[in-house]
């Protein structure tokens, strides 16, 4: 699941979700709604900048 890779990069570099989210420009809502698998298929742009947010290369997110 997308949600739990992200909160697993997340934690790995030491940020908050609310820091991520400010670093991914997205809204803290949108995040915590993926990271606990409300949004289970999130836009491929809102993954994009979570990924350039974590440092991470998108497909490391969509399939581990």
């Known amino acids: 699941m997308i949600g739990h890779k992200i909160r697993k990069y997340r934690k790995l570099r030491g940020l908050t979700q609310d820091g991520l989210a400010r670093k991914a420009d997205i809204p803290y809502t949108t995040l915590n709604k993926i990271e606990i698998g409300d949004i289970k298929h999130p836009r491929i742009d809102t ?18």
Do not use: Q, T
Request: proline share 0%; charged share 30%; aromatic share 0%.
């Open 47 to 64: 993954i994009g900048k979570i990924a350039g947010a974590l440092k991470v290369k998108i497909d490391k997110l969509v399939n581990g």
